[in-house]
């Protein structure tokens, strides 16, 4: 049964792109019971790359319920559709589940299979190159995590420069048809901005490193109210430790001081 934590996360995936996962089921190897039956192709025959992992139980379900959901509620948003979806898969009995979680379960063994076959035909080289692609993916999703854990906390973002403030306040205007060409009249512009017109940006920047220093400090103090020291920058913790040792012996100096005056 697919935690509750899980299927809520999945919600909002899936409210994005369902039609990447509408695509990649038809990839996995092994085809939904009966009623649920799908034409499938063989991991082992595509050459673009390795065999993509197959779906679970539920995200089968949601896969086969989605189509009629969305009928039945034509007006509805599609994050709402895949909220009705996982409330119907959290009241589903073990029975009702089974031939999704047996589906699901047929297919990561083929999987296996298929995984070891793909591997087989990789020279020692293209392995390595696997590796650290993955490695590379792997600390990519770890940022990314620890991103929104940080956004979900309210860490201050930090202070802009004089020329992202300048990008800010002036982008919708700015020359080029795309992105990249309005950055480049917009670095052009600020290369010829007179000197007090630089200014003006320079000291909105201080301000902004003033508001992120205060913010910061702030919410450090939070971080460490709640346990997550893991959070704070090393400068705050060494800052923080050397003020604690010397308020120790500035204790402990007081105390040998009071010792003696009573001898």
Known sequence: MAPFSFMTATVSCLAKSFTFCSSYLTRCTCV??????????????????????????????????????????????TVDIMRKIAQQWRMLSPEQK?????????????????????REQLTPAQLQQQSAEKRL??????????????????KPKRPRSPFNIFMSENFAE??????????????????????????????LAEDDKIRYKNEIKSWEEHMLEIG???????????TQKNAALKRKKKRCSATNYSGISRV
Not at 100 to 110: H, M, T, Y
Not at 138 to 145: E, F, L
Not at 174 to 200: F, P, V
Not at 228 to 238: A, F, K
């Open 32 to 77: 939904l019971p009966a009623p649920y039956t799908t034409t499938v192709k063989n991991l082992s025959s595509l050459p673009s790359g390795p065999p993509k992992r197959p779906l679970n139980g539920y995200m089968r379900y949601v896969l086969q319920q989605q189509p009629m959901v969305s009928k039945q509620f034509p007006d509805t948003k």
């Open 98 to 118: 089974q031939p999704f979680e047996e589906a699901s379960l047929q297919a990561r063994e083929q999987f296996k299979v298929d995984l070891q076959h793909y």
């Open 137 to 154: 993916k792997m600390a990519q999703r770890k940022a990314n995590r620890k991103k929104r854990e940080l956004t979900s906390l309210g």
């Open 174 to 203: 700015a020359r080029g048809s795309s992105t990249q060409g309005k950055m480049k009249s917009l670095l052009e512009d600020w290369k010829n901005l007179l000197g007090h017109q630089k200014q003006a940006y320079k000291q």
């Open 228 to 238: 997550r020291e893991d959070l704070i920058r090393e400068q705050t913790l060494s």
